[in-house]
């Protein structure tokens, strides 16, 4: 292996504490990445899946399951009963045609950290198949992350693979969808489709407003090289939005593009596992539906769009110019880069680089995913407030050029057959838009 890759795992990886069971690994050319806490259910729904996919990729596709839970008196008991059932599962099914790998991160003595989560057993996997593949020279292959509730189609590997096939590719998202079909139970329909109307609002605000960054931050959509895996430092070790921050950094280091040519479909069902996220979301709609059919004002998103948009034509400019032109856009733009110190950013970025692209670069190093988001919620907690989110999203829309099927501003959020076909309106203008 590269000695420049023989550092990560020297220094940010634990193979030796989680070892990888499995029964060959010659001939990997793939790897997917599947973290399961209590999932004996929807786990081997999900392998069921990737067995339906093309036996020849299948032979050379390793399958890493990181059963995993937090230690006694940190965890649920029952999540590790059903774990240590998934493992006994495993063990005796014939699941064939997949190649399996399993790391036991629940049982005595091999359990996660007390404040670690999904972030870190994503990781775990995520650095054992980085590592074999490394291993193999396959500095391209993909690493592909998924959740033990996302389903996935027969064209699944194959949409990857191609993909993979070309030059120079770093990271990809792939197109998602929840199940929003009426085998979905009432009150989890209506919290996903708020829910993800959300979600595809503020990729499209972020695509508005110019940033780096519009990428929707779903673990089971996210697949890179090894290469990139290692350049980013690995997935964050977090119990919630570890996704968020590894898009980030492979964003950072590399290009992110995207992957319409398949679809992983995570699961609309309530969770308190993390502190965010889909389940929660959903498990929070349940118990009141405050809130949710509120998002981000769309000014946030034509503040930002100004303000990115005059970064990328002055480069020369002084911070003192930066921060006239940030409080002529709005007031609390400016004072939020003053609490941040922009003013010093800025000037380290002039003095240590020349070229205008590699300034711009570098400013949008600063001005990452994590303080764009930071930035439109403090406009939010100072001045703009929340928005309806069916006028905000017809608003938005509007300022893109896009044509809706019909008149938003009136949708009753009881109204679960308009809110579909919104959905499936963005989904389609989406993926339209990624092409």
Known sequence: MDRRFEK????????????LRSDSLEAIER?????????????????EDLGKNSFDLLSTTLV???????????R??????????????????????????VIDASSPGLELGEKEGVGSARKIGMDWGAHQLLDQGLVNGPLISLDADCRVPSDFLHAIDSFFQEEKRWAVVVEYAHPIGDEVVVGCLRGILAYETHLRYHELGLLYAGSPYAHPTIGSTIICTPQAYVTCGGMRKKRAAEDFYFLQELAKTGSVDFLTDTVA???????????????RSIGSFLESEEGHYQTYSPESYRILKEWLNAMAGGMDHTSDEWMNLAKNISSDLFTYLSERDFPSAWERIRGQTKSSDRRLREFHRWFDAFRTLKAIHYLRDKSLGTSALFPALSKLLGWMGIEAPFPMEEISPWDVEKQREILKFLRKTMREMRR
């Not at 990560?8 to 070892?19: E, G, I, T, V």
């Not at 479909?265 to 889909?278: C, E």
Request: proline content about 9%; aromatic content about 8%; overall charge neutral.
């Open 265 to 279: 479909m995570p699961a609309a069902r309530a969770s308190d596992r993390v502190p965010f996220g889909t389940g």
């Open 31 to 47: 790897v997917v990445v599947i973290p399961a806490l209590a999932e004996s259910t929807s786990l081997f729904q999900t392998l």
């Open 8 to 19: 990560y795992f020297l220094k940010k990886a634990a193979l030796d504490r989680w070892p």
């Open 64 to 74: 890493i399951c990181v059963i995993n839970n937090r230690p006694p008196g940190h």
């Open 76 to 101: 649920v008991e029952e999540d590790y009963e059903d774990n240590q059932k998934t493992l006994r599962e495993i063990a005796k099914s014939d699941l064939s045609p997949l190649r399996m790998g």
